[in-house]
Structures are given as structure tokens and as C-alpha cells.
């Protein structure tokens, strides 16, 4: 299953033990990790002025994700109406990937999942979706 992580899971597979360590890890073994383009760029600042990560931690961060698959940004964003614009790259870059999944903690998209082409699930609900 190609599994499609937004910037939020991975900063805190990253930064924090629990679920979205475990589901990166298990995601890494059993399916095809994805993210975006647009996805490195915020993670690149949020470990940055955030977590005020070293700039060699952030680069081994960003080569080992650029062992997976990371999709480049679409050519527009999402229609989906969500309240953030720049938000909208994020399901684009999903689709333009074709994930199966968009995993996310971002409840703006979240409660657009109904409306969306593909699965968009939290974290836990990935989780429960993998593992069974």
C-alpha cells in the first residue's frame, strides 16, 4: 500500500516516541512511504525554528526520506475546500502520487475526508487500518 505521510506525522516520527514512530517504522517494512515535495520544505522549517534541529540532523532527515518515494509539487492544488490554502498541496500531492492513504494529525483535512479521492485518516486510524 503506498502510504502518504504529511509533514506533521513525520515531525513527530522524528522528534517523539508512539504511534507515528511505530507506523513510520512499520509503514518503512511493509508498504511504500510517500511524501511530498511541498511536505520536505515545511518539515525542513518546522525542525528548524521548532525543534531548532542541527542543520546535519535535518539533512540526514530529508536523505532518508528522499530514499522513499517523494512526490514533486502538482501542478495546482487540491479542490477540496479547505480553510488553509497552502494546506491543499498536501491531498494534490497525495493524489498526484497515487497513495492509497493520506496520513495526517491536520484536522482541517481530516474533516474533509469525505469529500476526498482517497483515504485521509489520522494517525491511529492508519494504525488500525494496517495492522488490522
Known amino acids: 500500500m503506498?502510504?502518504?505521510?504529511?509533514?506533521?506525522v513525520l515531525v513527530s516520527a522524528y522528534t517523539?516516541?508512539?504511534?507515528?514512530?511505530?507506523?513510520?517504522?512499520?509503514?518503512?517494512v511493509e508498504?511504500?512511504?510517500?511524501?511530498?515535495?511541498?511536505?520536505?520544505?515545511?518539515?525542513?522549517?518546522?525542525?528548524?525554528?521548532?525543534?531548532?534541529?542541527?542543520?546535519d540532523r535535518i539533512a540526514t532527515i530529508e536523505a532518508e526520506l528522499?530514499?522513499?518515494t517523494i512526490v514533486p509539487k502538482?501542478?495546482?492544488p487540491s479542490p477540496l475546500p479547505i480553510r488553509d490554502p497552502d494546506d491543499r498541496w498536501v491531498p494534490a500531492s497525495a493524489?498526484?502520487?497515487?497513495?492509497?492513504?493520506?496520513?495526517t494529525g491536520d484536522q482541517d483535512l481530516l474533516a474533509v475526508a469525505h469529500q476526498a479521492p482517497l483515504a485521509i485518516v489520522d494517525p491511529r486510524g492508519c494504525?488500525?487500518?494496517l495492522r488490522g
Open 2 to 8: 503506498k502510504v502518504f505521510l504529511d509533514t506533521n
Open 16 to 28: 517523539a516516541r508512539g504511534i507515528c514512530a511505530d507506523l513510520m517504522r512499520h509503514i518503512l
Open 95 to 103: 493524489v498526484d502520487g497515487n497513495a492509497d492513504m493520506l496520513v
Open 66 to 68: 528522499r530514499d522513499e
Open 31 to 55: 508498504h511504500e512511504l510517500q511524501t511530498g515535495e511541498v511536505n520536505l520544505v515545511e518539515l525542513r522549517r518546522v525542525l528548524r525554528a521548532r525543534f531548532h534541529a542541527s542543520p
Open 127 to 129: 494504525w488500525e487500518r
Open 74 to 76: 502538482p501542478a495546482k
